[in-house]
């Protein structure tokens, strides 16, 4: 059974729409949620989480955590094409250094 | 943010000939760094845990045999794979913890892209 969940699996919206990135996910001991965005190379960080009710922002990102009902969405505004990629989910667990991937959701900006 | 580099970014191989990825941190020391394969259209898969000084751990179906990874430094880990075949074709992609605000991240590098003919 998975561990980390996003939804949708993928999405086509038009430039400028606004859109919302799921992620839930189901470990033993949370330690920390971070979002990626994959081109066609490897992924690169854009956040990560720890505590609940805090979101974290870069420009037209944004992400929020909730540790009550285990998970996490990542918000872009007024989206552009460069905004199209795989948006992957990661989890860590305490105790452990690996990360654990969700399937990703695959986001493509239409002009 | 912390580097971390590949090389090479692409290789094409024969069947049957062995492939040597190196996966470096250029700007922090890395006692752990964990390589990954990813297949088109799917997500990264954890394959093992590149340990400095000791031996790597596997994830269970990875065959250590087949995937040998060697952490000779503190910055530097690489992943052979040995007598590859077609399906060995994949995205491998590896990543080192950095330690910010007291929190674990993860840094990956560019990846390196293996065709195997």
């Known amino acids: 059974e998975d561990k980390v969940v996003q939804s949708p699996l993928s999405l086509v919206v038009h430039e400028g729409d606004t859109v919302t990135l799921n992620c839930s996910y189901e470990?033993?001991?949370?330690?920390?949620l971070l979002w990626y965005k994959q081109e066609k190379k490897a992924p690169t960080f854009l956040f990560m989480l720890?505590?609940?009710?805090i979101e974290k922002k870069s420009g037209r990102l944004s992400s929020i955590l909730d540790k009550k009902e285990l998970f996490s969405i990542l918000n872009i505004t007024a989206t552009q094409t460069g905004d199209s990629a795989v948006y992957l989910c990661a989890v860590g667990e305490s105790g452990y250094s690996t990360l654990t991937f969700g399937k990703g959701t695959m986001l493509l900006v239409s002009p | 943010g912390a580097v971390v580099s590949q090389h090479p970014s692409w290789v094409i191989c024969k069947s049957g000939t062995s492939v040597k990825i190196e996966c470096r941190s250029l700007d922090f020391q890395a006692t752990t760094m964990f390589w990954y394969r990813q297949f088109p259209k799917q997500s990264l898969m954890l394959m093992a845990t590149?340990?400095?000084?000791?031996?790597?751990?596997?994830e269970q179906g990875v065959e250590k045999d087949k995937f040998l990874i060697n952490h000779a430094s503190l910055t530097l880990s690489t992943l052979t794979v040995t007598s590859a075949h077609p399906e060995d074709s994949s995205f491998y992609i590896c990543?080192?913890?950095?330690?910010?605000?007291?929190?674990?991240?993860?840094?990956f590098g560019p990846g390196t892209r293996l065709t195997v003919l």
């Open positions: 990543s080192a913890p950095f330690r910010t605000s007291g929190t674990d991240t993860q840094y």
């Open positions: 470990v033993t001991n949370f330690r920390s």
């Open positions: 720890t505590s609940s009710g």
């Open positions: 590149s340990n400095e000084g000791s031996k790597a751990t596997y």
